[in-house]
């Protein structure tokens, strides 16, 4: 039968559940809004689905075009070109999907000012283009509307009428920029000068796609706005669109990095539970209240609080000199004069620093009750005596070692 669960348990799987659906709803509403109506498009050169742009770089491949993916930042657009962007230079911006930041933005207004042509499309332009009116895109899944063409223009060559899903009245920003197609309600494609490059802006990504690029008119569009196949290098914007050369940094992108935490976390509180029911049973281990350490600490503060440092000194001054006499056959009786000798000639101690400790630790032993002694003058005693019995135990044990080590 299965066992019941204790408090412990009920507790932290009540609080794994709580942790858990508090990052569901934090993923919910941290999740990156739809804006601008036509954020369901992606016109990847690598999507061969009805929203993709594989098809139109085809053709360009196929026409002879200089044509590459981008999947750097626009700030490396001009390294290594000392005069910058060319006339013969085009960067394609269908639909560019993730915000830009400050420097990538005026890395594009320096390549259009350095004579650099830039084709958006899409309402994600906005955010990239200088000098950019306000777009909003029409549902994706709406009718395609026929635009005409509205004034002579290298633009509208072969191509006197496109089709696209409208945007929501769009108007140009100033007088400098013209529409090439439009209608009454809103302008299809704009165009302007900006410094010495050009920007053709189409208001929606659907005449490129894969499903858009069939229909009358569009392909003629898309050709006429990347320019004549001689000497144009044309750089297909894949950064905007998640591409960063690697895959790990397209999927830190992603929200997978935020499902993998919350995934992780219910795998720890589960595995927490399992261990903590199913682990070896054993009893807590105690520590003595008498070990050693302890001990001595304790013996310490009593000295220390009854200022009975003679105590110890006596103690230390009879274990050395009963070590001494054992070691160099002299009288337990023996005085400190005799002791100091031996100790020098047979040890090599010197005979005056020993004979001098042994003479203090004297004094401090026969102080009379009246006069306390002076705890830090009797803990130098002792950790003298404690020096000289440790130099002692260490040369009876090197002694054993040598005799342990000749053959027999």
Known sequence: MPHALDTGDRKLLIGAGILFAVFLVLGAFVAPRESGGGRSFFPSTYSAKWDGAKAAY?????????????????????????????AN????????????????????????????????????????????????EGYPFSENVKFPALLPSPLARGAQEISMIPPQRWLPKSASQLVVYGNDDTAAVITYRFGKGKVIWWGSCSPLTNAGIRESGNLALFLNSVGPVANTHVLWDEYFHGSHGSLLDYLARTPLPFGALQIGLLFLAIFATYSRRQGPISTPQKSSRLSPLEFVETLGDLYSSAHAGS??????????????????????????????HSAGVALQWNEAEFSATLARADRAINLTGATKSDDAETLQIAQELFDYASRLELRRAQATQTTERQPA
């Open 58 to 86: 085809s053709v360009l491949k196929e026409m002879g075009y200089d044509v590459q993916r981008w999947e750097q930042s626009p700030v490396e657009l001009n390294e290594g070109d000392e005069d910058g962007a060319t």
């Open 89 to 136: 230079e085009v960067l394609i911006l269908a639909q560019p999907l993730q915000p830009p930041s400050p420097e990538e933005k005026s890395a594009i207004a320096t390549f259009l000012q350095s004579g650099g042509r830039v084709v958006a499309a899409g309402w994600g332009a906005s955010q990239l283009l200088p000098q950019a009116a306000l777009l909003t």
């Open 311 to 340: 105590a110890a000194v006596r103690i230390a001054c009879q274990r050395l000199r009963f070590q001494l006499s054992h070691q160099l056959g002299l009288p337990a009786n023996a005085s400190n004069q005799d002791l100091a």
